[in-house]
């Protein structure tokens, strides 16, 4: 069974400065896909960034982007320029790629708390 | 196009009541996902149905808990008898295909307390 492991509870970032969140995986599949998802005070799962399995180059999504490491099964979540809107639970998920049945479930880490500091 | 919609937001029960939580996937998504987010935890797959069949139910518990999308209205997660452990957010997720290519959308949540 696939499994995702966040490490980092909390971290805390200055406004303006750059922050990485860190997530490992495990997986026998050769084929999946990671995605970021961020969890604001209000509930609400946004997400932030995808990563394809298959593909080499790193995903960006303006201010956010990955370090996927597949070898490493690592895919960290680098925040730039870090907003005091930035401030909630990020979550880490996995999903595999493929159709219908379990296939197309995501499996959550269990999420590092960003506070943002003015 | 309104997202996906989840009622209510917050629902109270007393130990031994049932609770029913209501899924409106977004127009014109057929599968809908169920997860539920215990304290300081991630969200856990609960189920997975497309219109009149549940597809996936590996992740619901055996008993008390039970989950119906009908081909009219929304999906509903449904827990008789409920207890203290059931306390916990209730998300649904919906997407217009099950394929590896398709971004699926979650609603708010329900948070459900058990008291």
């Known amino acids: 069974a696939q499994t995702v492991t966040q490490s980092q509870p909390e971290m805390s970032v200055q406004e303006a400065e750059t922050v990485t969140l860190s997530c490992t995986y495990d997986?026998?599949?050769?084929?999946?896909?990671l995605f970021w998802y961020k969890q604001p005070p209000s509930r609400q799962m946004i997400l932030v960034i995808r990563q394809e399995a298959y593909k080499q180059q790193n995903a960006t999504e303006n201010r956010f982007s990955v370090n996927f490491q597949k070898a490493a099964k690592s895919f960290s979540l680098k925040i730039s320029d870090s907003q005091l809107g930035d401030a909630a639970m990020y979550f880490c998920?996995?999903?595999?790629?493929?159709?219908?049945?379990?296939?197309?479930?995501?499996?959550f880490g269990k999420g590092t708390k960003l506070s943002v500091k003015p | 196009n309104a997202g996906v919609m989840q009622n209510p937001r917050h629902l109270v029960r007393r130990r031994g009541q049932e609770a029913r939580l209501r899924c409106s996937p977004m127009k014109g998504h057929s599968h809908v996902y169920w997860y539920r987010q215990l304290p300081e935890e991630g969200l856990k797959f609960m189920v997975y149905?497309?219109?009149?069949?549940?597809?996936?139910e590996s992740g619901m518990p055996k008993e008390r808990f039970s989950a119906e999308f009908p081909k009219e209205g929304p999906s509903i997660l449904r827990i008789q008898q409920v207890v203290r452990g059931d306390s916990a957010a209730y998300f649904c997720?919906?997407?217009?295909?099950?394929?590896?290519?398709?971004?699926?959308?979650f609603g708010q949540g329900t948070r459900l307390t058990v008291v």
């Open positions: 149905l497309q219109k009149e069949n549940i597809i996936d």
């Open positions: 997986t026998s599949e050769s084929d999946y896909y």
């Open positions: 998920a996995y999903r595999s790629a493929g159709y219908g049945g379990s296939q197309g479930n995501l499996i």
């Open positions: 997720a919906s997407s217009s295909t099950a394929g590896f290519d398709t971004e699926a959308f």
